[in-house]
């Protein structure tokens, strides 16, 4: 691993959530007693790599989320900074509040609480070894079919023989996925980090095998499957 201070986790949490159930804050939802969202940071900061973490969020939940930070983690190794208009600009803010003395770093999303500090360290070395950025992803398992354009008519089964789907934590050298911000105009629309490092031309960037239980809580459905998987102590 490396040296202390090199790497460090940038956790955007500013999305609104609506998906989740109207206005509520989905990382204060309860997993088995705990708030979302410290189970995703109590997952960093137990993953040996991580020296440090910058959560981004809203100015006006800045207050809350610190007295959680400190109620259930205590003094940690964190700074905040301020939300974008979306996610990327949210991930830029986040990394140009890192210390300069940061050489890599895992890009995590708040709502993803069970990720597994050993799955973690697995990204972080891929990148720390060399490689320009690090994906969790799992294998695509269903059968996939694509609809014709405009109709739910089924045009054709794709091949899902090298598809995969994104997880996070999704690791990378500082200064390149920077290099990759600049490359792109903030109007393109990206899904994830690793775009917006396919767009730049940049990598390569590695697939590294997570799991199922890496789950984003979206929908009050999700936080009912967490907590099976900790009740089943699989998480």
């Not at 007295?67 to 990394?95: C, K, Q």
């Not at 950025?133 to 090298?162: F, H, W, Y």
């Not at 920077?178 to 697939?207: K, N, S």
């Amino acid at each position: 691993m490396p040296e202390a201070g090199v790497v460090w986790a940038v956790v955007p949490a500013g999305g609104s959530g609506t998906r989740y159930s109207g206005s509520e804050d989905k990382l204060l939802v309860e997993i088995a007693g705990e708030p979302v969202l410290v189970r995703t940071l109590r997952a960093l900061f137990s993953a040996p790599s991580i020296a440090g973490i910058v959560l981004v969020s809203a100015v006006e939940k800045q207050t809350c989320y610190q007295a959680l930070i400190e109620r259930y983690l205590g003094s940690v190794n964190l700074r905040f900074a301020t939300g974008g208009r979306d996610r990327r600009e949210s991930v830029l803010n986040g990394l140009l509040a890192l210390p300069d003395t940061v050489e890599v770093v895992a890009i995590h999303d708040a709502a993803r609480p069970l990720v597994q500090p050993a799955v973690i360290d697995q990204a972080v070395s891929v990148v720390v070894s060399g490689q320009a950025g690090a994906v969790v992803a799992v294998p695509v398992v269903d059968t996939l079919k694509q609809a014709e354009i405009g109709s739910m008519n089924i045009c054709c089964t794709v091949d899902r023989a090298q598809l995969w789907r994104a997880q996070t934590p999704q690791v990378f050298r500082r200064e390149v996925i920077l290099r990759a911000h600049r490359a792109i105009a903030l109007e393109t629309p990206v899904t994830d980090d690793a775009q917006l490092m396919e767009l730049a031309g940049l990598g390569p960037v590695v697939l590294v095998p997570g799991d199922e239980h890496n789950l984003k809580i979206t929908t009050p459905a999700d936080v009912a499957l967490a907590e099976a998987f900790l009740a089943s102590g699989s998480e």
